[in-house]
């Protein structure tokens, strides 16, 4: 089992720009969230993806939007870049099952520098 | 906003337990208290999570208290790889959100 996989591990952009980020979940999971991790801070919430569709949001811009596509598989898009969206960005993949919580797990990450 | 405080950091003597606690006084009935970790920029690591028995798994112990006000994460025997932030989260796993705070930098000592 690959776990959960991001693409690219690192990459640089300059203001103004857009980025793509990619993940594939875990084996068997359907549920795919995004979070924005700056230096020396915690993880943050973006949003969450279930059945193709955005079911949750945190408190970014609409700048941030993403996908899912029918494979489980998911998109992070980031339009017209800030200095301040340089971070790490994680992906985080889950199942849900009736009456017990299950645990998400995490891919390594995409460092974005934006210049 | 988190709902959980944690001291900022810990040390921890190499193969001694570490014990590490966490205060989570609004958690809900049906809300989970989630352990992970993340060692250096690494994608954060599942330990273990509980409603509100003590659990056990290969990593960690967990323990909450009867009234689930505070919980406390147990590395038995701690080695320098164990050398990270942990973070303890509590949330609903219908949500599927995870609020993190700033997490316990714990630094296990030779």
């Known amino acids: 089992d690959a776990g959960v996989t991001q693409s690219p591990t690192h990459l640089i952009k300059t203001r103004g720009q857009q980025v793509t980020l990619r993940c594939s979940p875990k084996?068997?999971?359907?549920?795919v969230s995004w979070y924005q991790q700056a230096l020396g801070q915690g993880p943050q919430f973006i949003f969450q993806y279930y059945e193709e569709e955005e079911r949750q949001r945190g408190n970014f811009p609409d700048r941030f939007s993403g996908h899912q596509f029918p494979n489980y598989s998911s998109e992070l898009n980031v339009n017209a870049l800030l200095l301040g969206d340089s971070a790490l960005y994680l992906c985080?993949?889950?199942?849900?099952?009736?009456?017990?919580?299950?645990?998400?797990?995490f891919g390594q990450g995409t460092r974005l520098t934006v210049v | 906003d988190a709902k959980t405080t944690q001291p900022t950091s810990m040390d921890c003597a190499e193969g001694r337990a570490a014990n590490l606690p966490c205060n989570h006084s609004?958690?809900?009935?049906?809300?989970?208290v989630y352990w992970y970790r993340q060692i250096h920029s690494q994608g954060p690591q599942y330990i273990i999570h509980g409603l509100k028995n003590n659990e056990t798994n290969e990593m960690a112990s967990l323990i909450i208290t009867e009234d689930r006000k505070s919980s406390t994460l147990i590395l038995p025997h701690a080695t320098l790889r164990d050398t990270a932030v942990y973070y303890c989260i509590v949330g609903s796993g219908n949500t599927g959100k995870l609020i993190f705070g700033q997490g316990t930098t714990l630094q296990v000592k030779p």
């Open positions: 985080a993949s889950r199942t849900f099952l009736l009456g017990r919580d299950t645990e998400a797990f």
């Open positions: 609004t958690i809900s009935g049906n809300e989970y």
């Open positions: 084996s068997g999971h359907d549920t």
